[in-house]
């Protein structure tokens, strides 16, 4: 928010207020934050904003009031059902065979607003048979949202989502509305509950040991501190082996507590790890991740989606760049060292020896560097595409959240026309970077061969959105150089052959 746009100073200083009390970034429009203000200046019977900015400061129930304003309450029953799904299919067998057969299942919705989260949550406990050994809370800073809550009463809206229908049977019709089963709303607690504060964990209020915690898109409002302190306290929070669940937008908490990341074909979840896991970091192995398994691939000439040092069409990222090392990279430092070696890889890939390339960057990538991971693959690229998507593979196991190799991966299969598979790595590069343009325009790409016409345009429309948003020659992240004028062109042709007759 530039504070210069503000219709009046006293806005910035309630609006900065929020922030330091909340950790809350204000909507980026100016008049948003100001209308709501406003609004609750109404409701608090005062006119003046230096007057409203000290009463807040001293008053928690007018903050909250506030932050009604400023933040979004959208939910609805089953809303993104794999995550509910992943609770019944991997956390309740994992948490009874901890727990035992006496084992009480924690579950906690941080950031519940009206309700529908905490009573899907419940209703897959139920339905899997933890009745008996169950506890769900459900907490917001919304007192309105929690009042909603507690009414457990909802309109169609609330149903809207692909798997909502779930909750039906438990619903009874009263008008244009719909009142859930007492069976249901008895089974979670509701709490206020401020996520920026100090508040948790908490055992004597039940706040701790918790085996799996929804905070889906709540992460996304707080500004960066705030979201660190947030992340570690439910990592603290969390019992070992407990996950937490944000949403698909929400910020990765994994840079800020030591979580596990387990990867899904859909998304990322978090694991705490065990004590025993602790013990053995940086090499946690005493557990398979459900990373995706690489499918054994057909040995195939080499078909690269797009080699290099053939210029690729423009909008079309390749895999092996015929250009300078990043400019981070150093200069070339003594022989022996990873850096060296890496900067030797680049300068034979950029030479086009890429064998040379790719043992030189194997030699880094073995020693669990990133970079040259990425190098490694890019190199095979231009050798062996098949080989190099098992690199590709394998190199995920130990960075699973590298967007870049996420990405390098759907667009070697992609090359190899497994385009279902190609769909469904872009989608996990998109989980990890929801603003890769180049994710948007690979899955769009991916879709397109996969025949879903409609998903394909999406997927494309997205990516030339989000490249228009940037100056026509700025450079794009993973775009290989590409400038963002040429990549919107690119996708908005792309779409255009993907809603053409052609398909
Ligand atoms: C978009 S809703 C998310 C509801 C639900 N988790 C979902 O994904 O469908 C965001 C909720 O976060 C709550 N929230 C925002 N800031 C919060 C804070 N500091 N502490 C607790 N809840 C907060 C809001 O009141 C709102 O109910």
Known sequence: VRAGTWRQRGYADVAALVQERAGLVPPAHVETVEEGIDRAMVRAGLADLRAYRERLAREPELLDDLLVELTVGETYFFRT???????????????????????????????????????????????????????????????????????ATYGEWSLRGPEAGRMRPHLRAEGKRYVLDASLRER??????????????????????????????VLIYFDGPTITSVVRRFHDTLAPGGYLVPGPS?????????????????????????????????????????????????RRAPSSPLPAPRPAPPGVPRLARPEPPPPALPSPPPRSSPDGGLHEAHAALRSGEWGRAARLAGTVAGGGDEAGAVLHVRAQANVDAAQAARTCAE?????????????????????????????AAARQALYLEPELVVGHLTLGLALRRAGDREGAARALRTAEALARRLSPDAAVPLAEGELAGALAEAAARQRALAEGAGG
Do not use: I
């Open 81 to 151: 059902p794999e995550h509910f799904a992943f609770v019944r299919d991997v956390v309740l067998p994992e948490v009874a065979q901890r727990k035992g057969p006496g084992g009480t299942l924690v579950a906690w919705s941080a950031g519940c607003s009206s309700g529908e989260e905490a009573y899907s949550l419940a209703l897959v406990l139920l339905e899997a048979g933890w009745g008996g050994r169950m506890r769900v809370l459900g907490t917001d800073v919304s007192r309105a949202a929690l009042a909603r809550a507690r009414a």
């Open 188 to 217: 979670v607690e509701l709490r206020y509950l401020n996520l920026a504060t100090d508040r948790y964990p908490d055992p004597a209020a039940g706040l701790a040991e918790v085996d799996v915690l929804f905070c889906r898109n």
């Open 250 to 298: 929400d910020p990765s908490p994994a840079a800020h507590a030591p979580f596990e990341p387990v990867l899904a074909d859909w998304g990322v979840v978090y694991r705490r790890r065990s004590n025993a896991q602790h013990a053995l970091l940086p090499q946690p192995a005493s557990r398979p991740q459900p990373l995706p398994q690489p499918l054994p691939l057909p």
């Open 395 to 423: 190199a995920l196991r130990r960075h699973p959240l590298s967007v870049e190799l996420r990405h390098l991966y759907a667009l070697l299969l992609l090359g190899q026309g497994r385009a279902g598979e190609a769909a």
